[in-house]
């Protein structure tokens, strides 16, 4: 494998293709598939062309996500680390399949316990590729906390909008049909307060995670996204 060495605008980093054609062949095929029985025929494909190459990702992008904020973690752990498990939690879904159809990696804050918490977050799939920040489905508490806060300082949260969108970013997930309680319909940020994910999305060819300079390029992307993370945490009252 040749690796080479890019500089970027957060650090340095030595970095080598991870991602292949195969890790995307391999899930399109548990798509079609999706059987503990045939998971467990094919765990070595799944070792070598999905979870090997995701852990491996996670261990060069240390670096990277540590120059954006030493509050961030990169953990390059089979479980319990920045890779999600393949395993669905299909309790409260009517799609009952085991087995997830996507590589999810977050690199999220350290006092964020689950996928709660703000982070950066990398989506691998057949159907589409993005690169994400933010937070995703807060608790009350903090979603009041992240309105509250756009309310009382729209400027600098403005900003990192501008800052995203200028990149090719867009903020995406969940809203409220209706203004949440205790705003008016009539604020000039409503869309924003009814939000329900502060999440910014910018989709990507899966061909970028499979090239030498993979890390550097998504280190880049989420430099992108450092105005609205920082903008999170101020609002959780967080160090970032």
């Keep these: 494998m040749n690796a080479q060495t890019t500089k970027t605008s957060t650090s340095t980093v030595s970095t080598g293709a991870t991602f292949s054609a195969a890790s995307l062949q391999f899930l399109k095929q548990l798509a079609q598939n999706n059987s503990r029985d045939w998971f467990k025929a ?10 090997t190459p995701a852990l491996r990702f996670i ?3 240390q670096p990277s996500i ?4 030493p509050k961030l973690t990169a953990v390059p752990k089979k ?7 393949p395993q669905r939690d ?18 999220r804050h350290f006092q964020g316990k689950d996928v709660h918490a703000p982070g950066l977050y990398l989506h691998i ?19 009041n906390a992240i309105r509250m806060c756009i309310d009382e300082n729209p400027n600098a949260y403005q900003k990192a909008l501008q800052a995203l969108q200028s990149h090719g970013f867009i903020m995406d997930g969940d809203s409220l049909s209706r203004p949440p309680k205790g705003f008016d319909k009539t ?22 995670l499979c090239k030498p300079g993979a890390v550097n390029f998504c280190a880049q992307q989420f430099q ?17």
């Excluded at 299909?90 to 690199?107: L, M």
């Excluded at 992108?224 to 970032?240: G, I, R």
């Design 187 to 208: 604020h000039p940020l409503l869309t924003e307060l009814k939000r329900k994910d502060f999440i910014a999305v910018k989709n990507i060819d899966f061909e970028e």
């Design 59 to 61: 261990e060069q992008m």
């Design 42 to 51: 094919h765990q070595d494909e799944y070792e070598n062309n999905v979870r």
């Design 90 to 107: 299909s309790r409260f879904s009517k799609d009952k399949t085991p087995y997830k159809t996507n590589v999810g990696i977050q690199f």
């Design 125 to 143: 799939a057949e159907e589409g590729c993005f690169i994400a920040a933010g937070i995703w489905h807060p608790e009350s508490k903090a979603l």
């Design 66 to 69: 540590l120059a954006l904020s």
């Design 224 to 240: 992108h996204c450092s105005q609205l993370m920082a903008y999170l945490c101020f609002a959780l009252e967080l160090d970032y």
């Design 79 to 85: 479980v319990g680390g920045s890779l999600m498990r």
